[in-house]
């Protein structure tokens, strides 16, 4: 049984949900949280991490350590994505096994789902049909995380969990120009015009594509409800179940950092749209009585103060 005495070993501390979920173990009075920086242990080295974990011996994991990116990096660098992600999965979820760690929670992403899947997706939709090309390899490890994560709950009757979260946003998000995620790159976007004070805001594509967006403070109150939740199934989808079209998100976003701009948005329709919606089912989710509460006009505010105080 968890609790605040529990011992609890957040894997990526440092990232966007790492830092969420850490905050918020926090907030609830979690008292021993376990963290260990990169340059002190990589987690792609299969001894290091079964040493560490047999000597430190955690109760709980949470696996937000991955190598992460928006379309640029992940389809450049597709070894990397591939590699880093098995090898990380792999060594946390096998070494926990070996070490009789009987809980953790895995965190995937929405792009594990089929390219062209029915709307909105249903977790029972994993494998139906191709995945989207720029992103398959980071999508078959987090397939294989998944699989893993089953497999040794049928065969050795482990409580490892798989929450798959749609696009998600917060503070300590990535704002590199070539490696972050479609909403943070546009907020840096903005926020240089704005410094500029001239140029147009160009977007890739015609607008249309809706997208699911999560606050990550939302995000991190799932990992933790979950985390002490008794549930039947491995997979689980985390989102807010409401979609928005890019341009929407734009406007809203000029209206937040930049309410007097006369920026106009210029679709460069020479660029490929993606997929046109990518909308999660989360009925299962609400069905054990979780739903993410924070507004997001509010999340992009607090999002934005954080990109100021540590980005400009
Ligand atoms: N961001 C999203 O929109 C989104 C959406 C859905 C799902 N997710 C999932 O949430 C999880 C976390 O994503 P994120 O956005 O928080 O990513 P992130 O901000 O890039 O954080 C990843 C963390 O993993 C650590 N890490 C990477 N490789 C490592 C290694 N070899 N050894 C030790 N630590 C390593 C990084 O350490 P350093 O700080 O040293 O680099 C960083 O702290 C991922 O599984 C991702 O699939 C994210």
């Avoid at 709980?60 to 990397?80: D, H, L, P, Q």
């Avoid at 049928?154 to 998600?168: G, V």
């Avoid at 089912?281 to 509010?298: M, P, Q, S």
């Amino acid at each position: 049984m968890i609790n605040k005495n529990s011992k609890i070993f957040v894997a990526g501390h440092n990232g966007l949900v790492g830092s969420a979920i850490v905050r918020k173990l926090k907030e609830k009075g979690f008292k021993k949280i376990l963290t260990i920086s990169r340059s002190k242990l990589d987690l792609t080295n299969e001894t290091k991490v079964y040493n560490f974990l047999r000597k430190k011996k955690p109760k709980f994991i949470f696996i937000a350590a991955a190598k992460v990116g928006g379309i640029y990096s992940n389809n450049k660098f597709r070894a990397e994505f591939i590699y880093s992600n098995l090898s990380i999965q792999n060594n946390i979820i096998h070494s926990a096994f070996r070490c009789k760690i009987q809980d953790l929670i895995f965190l995937g992403s929405s792009c594990v789902y089929p390219k062209f899947c029915k709307q909105p997706i249903k977790e029972e939709y994993l494998l139906n049909g191709k995945l989207e090309t720029t992103n398959e390899p980071y999508a078959i490890a987090k397939i294989a995380g998944i699989k893993m994560c089953e497999s040794y709950n049928k065969q050795y009757k482990t409580n490892y969990k798989c929450l798959m979260p749609t696009n998600t946003f917060g503070p300590n998000d990535n704002y590199d120009k070539l490696s972050s995620h479609f909403f943070p790159s546009l907020i840096r976007k903005i926020h240089d015009l704005k410094k500029k004070r001239i140029g147009n805001l160009v977007i890739w594509g015609d607008g249309t594509p809706k997208r699911e967006l999560i606050f990550v403070d939302d995000l991190a109150d799932a990992c933790v409800f979950f985390m002490k939740k008794k549930i039947k199934e491995t997979l689980i989808n985390i989102g807010t179940g409401k979609d928005f079209t890019i341009k929407s998100y734009a406007d809203i976003l000029l209206k937040i950092i930049n309410p007097n701009t006369k920026t106009r948005i210029i679709f460069d329709k020479t660029k490929p749209n993606g997929t046109p919606r990518k909308v999660l089912n989360i009925n299962l989710a609400k069905k054990y009585g979780w739903e993410a509460k924070t507004n997001i006009r509010e999340a992009i505010k607090i999002t934005y103060q954080d990109y100021l105080k540590n980005n400009s």
